[in-house]
C-alpha cells in the first residue's frame, strides 16, 4: 500500500497496520523478528564469542543510526520544504518505527546475557551498573518521547489534511532528543571500556 493511500490513523492499532502496509510486510516481519530473535540464538548457542558478535553487530547497528539520525537526516529533513519533507519521511518514518525499538531491545538483552554468561553479575561493577542505568534510560527515552514524536509524525504524513506546522515540530524535538540518545550512547561505549579495563 502507498502511503498517499493512507489516512490519518484514529487509534494505536490502525496506526501500526498502516505503519506495516505503508513499510511492507516483509520487512516488518524481519525488522521485528531478526534482532529479537539474534540475541536469543546467540545466548542459547552457550558461546560467548557468538553472542558478543551478536551484541556489537546489533549496537553499532544502533550506533550508527542515531548517528545519521541526529547529524544527517534531521539537518537534512529540517531543510526540505513542506512536501518534500512530507514525501521523505514518508518512506523512512514507518520503517524506522518497525525496527529501531527491536534494535534496542536487542542489543540491551544480547549485553545482559553476555554479562551473565561472562559470570559479571556475580560480583557486579561500578561500569556494568552504569552500563545498565544507560540502557535503562536509552529504553525509556526510546520508547517514551521518540516514539511519541515519531508515531505524531506518522499520523501527519498519513493524513489528508497534513499540518505541516506540526510535522516540522516534531521532527525538530526528535533531532534534538537524537541528540540526547547519541551522547548516553556514547556514555554506554565508555562503560564498556571500564568492563574491558576492570573498573
Do not use: Q
Not at 534531521?74 to 513542506?82: K, N, T
Not at 534494535?103 to 561500569?127: D, E, F, K, Q
Amino acid at each position: 500500500m502507498a502511503l498517499a493511500d493512507a489516512r490519518r490513523p484514529s487509534n494505536r492499532r490502525e496506526r501500526y497496520r498502516l505503519m506495516v502496509d505503508a513499510a511492507s510486510r516483509p520487512f516488518a516481519v524481519g525488522a521485528i523478528a531478526v534482532p529479537l530473535l539474534l540475541p536469543v540464538l546467540g545466548y542459547l548457542s552457550g558461546d560467548s564469542r557468538v553472542l558478543f558478535t551478536v551484541h556489537l553487530f546489533l549496537g553499532a547497528f544502533w550506533f550508527g543510526t542515531a548517528v545519521l539520525g541526529a547529524a544527517v537526516l534531521g539537518p537534512v529533513m529540517g531543510g526540505l520544504s513542506e512536501e518534500a519533507n512530507a514525501e521523505f519521511a514518508g518512506g523512512f518514518v514507518p520503517k524506522m518505527n518497525l525496527l529501531m525499538e527491536p534494535v534496542s531491545v536487542g542489543v540491551i538483552a544480547s549485553g545482559i546475557g553476555l554479562a551473565s554468561m561472562m559470570g559479571l553479575w556475580a560480583a557486579p561493577s561500578l561500569s556494568l551498573w552504569a552500563a545498565l542505568v544507560l540502557a535503562i534510560a536509552l529504553l525509556v527515552l526510546g520508547f517514551g518521547p521518540l516514539h511519541t514524536f515519531t508515531a505524531g509524525m506518522f499520523d501527519e504524513i498519513a493524513a489528508d489534511d497534513t499540518d505541516h506546522e506540526r510535522l516540522a515540530s516534531l521532527n525538530k524535538k526528535y533531532g534534538m532528543l537524537s541528540l540526547v540518545e547519541l551522547v548516553l550512547m556514547i556514555a554506554v561505549l565508555g562503560t564498556m571500556s571500564g568492563l574491558r579495563w576492570g573498573f
